[in-house]
């Protein structure tokens, strides 16, 4: 087989823009202005519009000829109105030109009009078409409107089809990235069903909203009154008229599909509005405010459920500092997933305080706002939840998207595995990577029907309508998420659930589940509850979380001349581990103020440096400082002598694999860190810089911040974005403290 003819590579290629609109001449002039390419052509049936077009400098050169002008082309940019597309294809295709050597590209919103004209014209799919959208436009029209920078950090859609070939897919997408574009890439028919949904219905909503209130006999107060909420949803009115009478001729049935959707939640409303149903109201009203700051924070980072690019965060720790100060962590984050969780199965309102508005604890609240429970907030950690009852729950959408949260989804697999719909938990990569056999499999033997990856891995899809039976299960491992997992499924099962552990682990699920009236039987390492009972609402009060704290306890124990005094932290018996670990090494810690609050003991806890020294960590104190640990490998290695941890096994399954990631980097640092299967020695010793992967994982990249304070060069620690799932602030609060941190954000392009 003959190889195919090579492209001309894009710095050395011809562009013809042909059509010299908005949209047409931004691109001409990106192009141009970024020396994109060798020459910029255009063409255009309005002669007026080649002629300003060079004489501003838009463009090289135009052809009167469109044979000529396409001969000349390497890369052809069809910017016509999508109904101006068909003939223009049909044109193209009757010019005597070889397109073996040519790419051709367009900019039109409906994609499947596009795939459809070409096949006609061309009586099949050139190889080298690859349909795209720039999301980017403007009310104004005309050539006179081009503005190069239009494209920069707004998203191009590419829509190849099967025959597109890669070479043609590379060009197109080397082409929108020049201009500053994100190129993501989509189906064809997904395209046009999203752009019904996010762009055609809501312009023809705000052209219908104006006409009908233009002609209304008070028009001119009406506009003259009108509020900014009035003029932001009504700009887009003003775009091109016949542009978009285009758009909805083009794309009739996905924008008669959106509008239909739309008019059924109109009408709820509408209903809701005239019966005085306020919580109906409250519910639409809270759901779309939370999905309003969903989509504008997802936009700055993804689109349309594919990212193609993200941002990469990396910390720059400076060396050296001391840590003094009186600071307050944010919530404890296991409390915060627990509260959603049985706020949203009472009946009744609950209203929690010191909710952890970290990305983990937030994505529990939108995945029970999915299936219908009424939330508001948080605002300033305060949250309130219009709970449904343990029967309540409706069938979501979609898939519950969990991001990097292995807690959440851990027990809502237990909470999911019993309701009469299915569904199905996915996460981002990191969660996607992460086992969930240990819950899977004892849900499965209470009568769960639960798919999964290979290995156990994520997605789960839970098959509803499955009746539970209690279990008595004695765990081969200390885990509060799977004991956790197994008593919520067991507030559905028939019978009695009980769960042994070999050690203890924490027990905020046994206590919340008591706050809220249920009654749970603990007697040492068991747990049980009977299914079928019920719970009420209370109020929760959300101590700071004592895993939070531990980094800071950590940095004022090992930088010379700190202080710091941790407001409200959680001190639950089962979480104290990393208290009692650093106090065996000789830490100096104190604890004032001690209280219960909501059935959680709290305390202030008071740090001073202190010289550490290695030990052995006891066996029973593992389960109870199992997420400290990253952390305090660091204060190992700035400890006297040697330290070693066995028996923690779980480490190596958690967002990274802990115990290597942590050896990896300590080693980089030149400290001497063995790993082991179930754990790692570590001695003590001088620190230098280096460049740490934290693998994702939101602890490891804090623990090595920690480090920077022994350390005698800068720290540079990569991939640090998933901080925020835990700790959202960690910086600002580090800073104010003594740390001395730096923030580099990029664009990471996939």
Request: aromatic residues 4%; negative net charge.
């Amino acid at each position: 087989m003959a190889d195919k003819p090579s492209l001309p590579t894009l710095s050395d290629s011809t562009v013809l823009v042909i059509g010299l609109g908005m949209i047409g001449g931004s691109l001409a002039a990106a192009l141009k202005q970024r020396s994109v390419c060798r020459r910029v052509m255009a063409w255009d049936r309005d002669q007026q519009s080649l002629v300003i077009a060079l004489e501003q400098g838009i463009i090289d050169e135009y052809s009167d000829s469109l044979k000529a002008a396409v001969g000349e082309a390497d890369l052809l940019v069809l910017a016509v109105p999508i109904l101006a597309i068909g003939p223009l294809l049909a044109d193209l295709a009757g010019l005597e030109i070889d397109w073996s050597r040519k790419v051709i590209t367009d900019v039109g919103s409906c994609k499947q009009v596009v795939v459809e004209s070409a096949r006609k014209a061309f009586g099949g799919l050139p190889e080298n078409l690859v349909p795209g959208h720039p999301i980017a436009g403007s009310e104004r029209s005309g050539v006179m409107a081009a503005n190069p920078d239009l494209f920069e950090a707004h998203k191009v859609i590419l829509t190849p089809t099967e025959q597109s070939a890669e070479r043609a897919i590379n060009r197109v997408t080397g082409l929108w990235a020049a201009c500053g574009a994100d190129v993501l890439h989509m189906d064809v028919v997904h395209h046009d069903e999203v752009l019904a949904k996010t762009s055609h219905l809501p312009h023809l909503l705000a052209f219908s909203l104006v006409d009908t209130l233009a002609g209304e006999k008070d028009n001119q107060d009406i506009f003259r009154y009108a509020a900014g909420g009035f003029r932001d949803f009504t700009r887009i009115a003003a775009s091109d008229p016949t542009m978009w009478h285009d758009v909805f001729q083009a794309n009739r049935q996905a924008v008669l599909e959106a509008l239909d959707a739309f008019r059924d939640g109109l009408d709820t409303l509408y209903h809701a509005v005239a019966s005085g149903d306020s919580q109906t109201m409250r519910g639409i009203f809270t759901r779309a405010r939370a999905a309003r700051e969903h989509f504008t924070s997802m936009l700055e980072n993804q689109a349309y459920l594919k990212p193609m690019t993200n941002s990469q965060l990396t910390y720059v720790a400076r060396p050296g500092g001391s840590v003094c100060g009186d600071i307050r962590v944010p919530g404890d984050k296991s409390i915060s997933h627990r509260s959603i969780m049985l706020g949203a199965l009472a009946q009744g309102v609950t209203e929690v305080d010191g909710f952890l508005e970290g990305e983990d604890a937030l994505a529990t609240l939108q995945a029970f706002r999915d299936m219908g429970v009424v939330i508001e907030g948080p605002h300033n950690g305060r949250v309130t939840i219009y709970g449904v009852g343990l029967h309540g729950l409706k069938q979501p959408a979609g898939p519950l998207y969990l991001g990097n949260a292995g807690t959440a989804m851990r027990l809502m697999s237990g909470l999911m595995a019993a309701q009469n719909f299915d569904v199905e938990l996915i996460g981002d990569e990191s969660l996607s990577k992460r086992p969930m056999g240990r819950v899977v499999d004892p849900l499965r033997d209470m009568g769960a029907e639960i798919e999964t990856m290979p290995e156990g891995r994520p997605p789960l899809k839970i098959r509803g309508g499955r009746s539970l039976k209690g279990v008595s299960y004695d765990m081969p491992m200390a885990s509060a998420q799977v004991k956790s997992c197994l008593l919520l499924a067991g507030l559905y099962a028939e019978g009695e659930t009980s769960v042994t552990e070999p050690g203890v682990t924490r027990d905020h699920t046994e206590r919340m589940l008591s706050g809220f009236g249920y009654p749970v039987v603990v007697e040492g390492n068991r747990a049980a509850l009977e299914g079928g009972g019920s719970l009420t609402a209370t109020m929760i009060d959300i101590p700071a979380d004592i895993s939070s704290a531990a980094f800071f306890m950590v940095a004022a124990s090992i930088a010379p001349g700190s202080d710091v005094l941790l407001r409200h932290v959680g001190i639950n018996p089962t979480r104290t581990g990393v208290i009692d670990i650093l106090r065996l090494m000789g830490a100096d810690i104190t604890l004032s103020n001690e209280q219960v609050v909501g059935g959680e003991p709290v305390a202030d806890i008071r740090v001073r440096s202190a010289q550490l020294k290695g030990i052995e960590i006891p066996q029973e104190l593992v389960p109870l400082a199992i997420d400290e640990f990253p952390v305090l490998f660091v204060a190992a290695a700035c400890a006297e002598g040697v330290t070693r941890l066995r028996g923690a096994e779980e480490l190596r399954v958690k967002e990274s694999d802990r115990i290597q990631s942590m050896a990896d980097g300590l080693q980089a640092l030149g400290i001497d860190a063995r790993p082991l299967p179930d754990g790692i020695e570590i001695l003590g010793g001088d620190m230098g810089g280096a460049t740490i992967d934290s693998h994702g994982d939101h602890r490891i990249a804090m623990a090595f911040a920690v480090a920077a304070l022994r350390a005698s060069d800068e720290i540079i620690i990569r991939d640090c974005s998933n901080v925020a799932t835990s700790f959202p602030n960690f910086v600002e609060l580090a800073d104010s403290v003594g740390f001395r941190l730096k923030v580099i954000e990029k664009i990471r392009r996939d």
